[in-house]
């Protein structure tokens, strides 16, 4: 199993920046940044392979979010910038060996005001 822990998580006002980041047990191929705002389905925000080959953004975050990879320290991090109150949700790191992902950590809240 791989064990996978956020953090970077907070409120912020709109407009304002957070960098969240996840920590992985062990190396996997594939990896991702997936959230859920309250009453809502999660979604995914970013997913990446090793060394970006493969990384998609959802069109709502596009140009806003970057996210990379340590592949070396079993690190990801998400830069949010330019944050807006749709934004806020609970965001999960997740892992695995195909884009089926089956390892998930607990989730960082974020939180934009208006």
């Known amino acids: 199993p791989v064990r996978l822990v956020e953090s970077g998580g907070g409120s912020v006002q709109a407009g304002g920046s957070l960098s969240l980041s996840c920590t992985a047990s062990r190396y996997t191929v594939y990896m991702g940044w997936f959230r859920q705002a309250l009453g809502k389905e999660r979604e995914a925000v970013v997913r990446?392979?090793?060394?970006?080959?493969?990384?998609y953004y959802a069109d709502s975050v596009k140009g806003r979010f970057t996210v990379r990879r340590d592949t070396h320290r079993n690190i990801m991090t998400l830069q949010m910038n330019s944050l807006k109150p749709e934004d806020s949700a609970m965001y999960y790191c997740?892992?695995?060996?195909?884009?089926?992902?089956?390892?998930w950590g607990q989730g960082t809240q974020v939180t934009v005001s208006p």
């Open positions: 990446i392979e090793r060394g970006g080959i493969n990384t």
């Open positions: 997740a892992a695995g060996t195909s884009w089926d992902f089956n390892y």
